[in-house]
């Protein structure tokens, strides 16, 4: 009996695109939390989707990198290998992570590029005074006190994205509207 991929349940249908949705911004700008929400949006919608953790990935694929310019874009080119992957086998592949660096994620807008695989950069452009406030993991207070240093968007560079897919504001909306926000863009383009 001959099986049809597009409509038998549990088989891969090539109908449905996949893409790498990269949400760039400054730590607790609201990456994680913005691409956890998305991805229970287009669950909900039955398509398949993989958040990609920086700091899971930091662990395991890119163990043993720091935070210099170089370390930063190996760990950024990494992920945007596997994310292409992902996404060119129909993966919604969504990565919270900062790729504070201009060259790193145009590198990895090339390597989608190359292969025909859609590619959506976001910028979170949650401002440090902000960020700081939240400061999630403690980052920003032990800046303060001397403790790290070379902290994106405090004294080390955060390029911001000229002219990303999508910015969002996320001072100024919920949670829940900036990621309704991001799957109405990927419903325009036919990705969600
Ligand atoms: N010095 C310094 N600068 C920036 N971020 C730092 C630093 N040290 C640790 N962290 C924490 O590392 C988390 C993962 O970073 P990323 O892999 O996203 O960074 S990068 O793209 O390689 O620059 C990143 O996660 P998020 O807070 O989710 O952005 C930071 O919390
Ligand atoms: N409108 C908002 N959008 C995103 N996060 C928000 C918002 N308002 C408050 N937050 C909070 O800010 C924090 C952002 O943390 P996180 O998503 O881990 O940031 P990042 O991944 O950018 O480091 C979370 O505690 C989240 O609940």
Redesign the pocket.
């Known amino acids: 009996m001959k099986t049809d991929a597009r409509t038998t349940p549990g088989i891969y249908c090539t109908c449905r695109p996949g893409a790498t949705i990269w949400l760039t911004?400054?730590?607790?700008?609201?990456?994680?939390?913005?691409a956890r929400e998305l991805a229970l949006l287009l669950r909900s919608r039955s398509r398949r989707v993989e958040v990609l953790d920086g700091d899971e990935i930091r662990r395991f694929l890119s163990a043993g990198l720091g935070f210099s310019r170089a370390d930063r874009n190996t760990n950024v080119q990494r992920i945007g290998l596997v994310a292409e992957v992902l996404a060119r086998n129909g993966v919604l592949a969504v990565v919270?992570v900062i790729a504070p660096y201009a060259d790193s994620r145009a590198a990895v807008r090339e390597r989608h590029r190359a292969s025909g695989t859609p590619y959506v950069e976001v910028h979170?452009a949650t401002p440090v005074e902000v960020c700081s406030v939240?400061d999630?993991k403690g980052l920003y207070a032990r800046q303060a006190a001397g403790q790290i240093s070379g902290l994106t968007g405090v004294d080390d560079p955060y390029e911001e994205p000229e002219s990303p897919d999508l910015r969002i504001d996320?001072?100024h909306?919920?949670?829940r509207e900036?990621a309704t926000a991001l799957y109405a863009l990927l419903t325009e383009r036919g990705l969600a």
Request: no cysteine.
């Open positions: 911004g400054l730590p607790s700008a609201g990456k994680t939390t913005i919270p979170v939240r999630v996320s001072q909306q919920s949670v900036s």
